[in-house]
Structures are given as C-alpha cells and as structure tokens.
C-alpha cells in the first residue's frame, strides 16, 4: 500500500514507461498543478529541434501568438494585435523571438507559422490527477484538465471493488478516467473518448519548454 501519493505517481510511471510514453510531473497550469502529464512525442523531431540549442527562451506571450497563428495562412500584424489584444512592441519583441526560434515566417506585414510537422512534436497529452483518498474531489479536478487534454484520468490506489465500481461509474459520467496501480503492477485503466489534440498556448508552452529545458521529460 502506497503512504504518500508521490508513491503512487511514481509506481505508475514506473509501470507505464514500458509504453514509450513521456511524463512531467506537477506541471503549472492556470488550473492547479496536474500531478502528471502523459506525453506521446515524436522523438526524432525533437532531437532535431535540440540541436538548435542557442536560442531565446519562450515566453508566455510567445505561445499565445503560436496559438493563434496554427492552422492560419499569412496574417497581417494588426490582425493578430487586435484579436490578441497586444501592443505593437511586445508583438515586434516576441515575433523577433520567433524568428530566431525559426518558427515563423515574416513577409513584410504579414505572418505565417511554419510548418506543424517541423514544430509540434506532442502527438497526444493525457492528464492523471493522483489521490489515495477522496477520489470524488479529484475527479472534478481531472475534469478541469479536460480544456487542454486528450483524455484526463484519476489515479488511484487498489480499493475494494464496490468503491472502484462507483468512481469508474462518476468518471465515467464526467468524462473522465480512472487507472489504478499497485506497487507491481497498473490494475487497469479505464478510458473514455478520446478527444484531438487540442491547439491551446499551454500546449504550445509544453513543447517548447521541453526544448528550452524548463520542462524535466521522463
């Protein structure tokens, strides 16, 4: 039995790497800290974007624009001032950061990102939200990361079989998982439908913090 919910993270993590998935644990969101963040990541991809190493960081602004410019042909500059409700030098500022990121393409007043398949390596991201107790309270919690996320699931330890019926059955409701895991082996892991990965600056922060190093992938 775990004692501590880190415990349990990390039994879990440990029994679902054999998957080649990616994980970060307690990642800032505007909604809380998810305990973990389930990657699926094209690692080829994202060892070509390691090795152009000397680069400004992204900022937060940075990924509102990346955001926004996804999907979009050529923008002109006052478009994105506007919808994003941006002033002229922070946009100049963070365009010029772009730039150098080698991720946009500028033709005069007019913007366009460059290609996704060069860019995005996060092909999936899952949120797990992990309690040993209380398991209604966190199920309202993986259903917040639900904005952001392929699939949010709860994690819990090994319970009797009527309280792991009825958390499946609220989950399931509020369309979210649930996995659990022992200290062997992941019991089982429920899931509901999966949605698209969800264009938002969050994910844009992930990819790029990933590449920046301010995000431990494991």
């Given at each position: 039995m775990f004692?501590?919910?880190?415990?349990?993270?990390?039994?879990?993590?440990?029994?679902?790497?054999?998957n080649k998935k990616f994980?970060?644990?307690?990642?800032?969101?505007?909604?809380?800290?998810?305990?973990?963040?389930?990657?699926?990541i094209n690692t080829s991809?994202?060892?070509?974007?390691?090795l152009n190493s000397n680069i400004p960081h992204i900022q937060r602004v940075d990924t509102y624009i990346l955001s926004y410019?996804?999907?979009?042909?050529?923008?002109?500059?006052?478009?994105?001032?506007?919808?994003?409700?941006?002033?002229?030098?922070?946009?100049?500022?963070?365009?010029?950061?772009?730039m150098n990121r080698d991720?946009?393409?500028?033709?005069?007043?007019?913007?366009?990102l460059k290609s996704i398949n060069d860019l995005l390596f996060i092909s999936s991201l899952s949120v797990y939200e992990a309690k040993l107790t209380n398991w209604k309270y966190v199920i309202e919690q993986a259903e917040r990361h639900l904005w952001f996320s392929n699939q949010s699931f709860i994690l819990l330890p090994e319970l009797s079989e009527d309280i792991?019926?009825?958390?499946?059955?609220?989950a399931h409701r509020r369309g979210v998982g649930v996995a659990v895991t022992s200290?062997?082996?992941?019991i089982f892991k429920t899931k509901n439908r999966k949605n698209k990965l969800i264009n938002t600056p969050l994910l844009w922060e992930i990819n790029e913090g990933i590449v920046d190093g301010k995000f431990k992938i494991e």
């Open positions: 004692l501590t919910e880190f415990e349990l993270v990390d039994s879990f993590i440990k029994f679902s790497k054999k994980y970060i644990r307690e990642l800032p969101t505007n909604f809380g800290r998810p305990d973990i963040i389930e990657l699926s991809l994202l060892e070509k974007r390691l410019l996804k999907g979009k042909s050529y923008v002109k500059k006052e478009t994105v001032l506007r919808n994003l409700n941006l002033e002229l030098p922070i946009l100049n500022s963070s365009l010029s950061r772009l991720m946009i393409d500028i033709d005069g007043n007019l913007i366009k792991q019926q009825k958390a499946k059955e609220l200290n062997h082996k992941i």
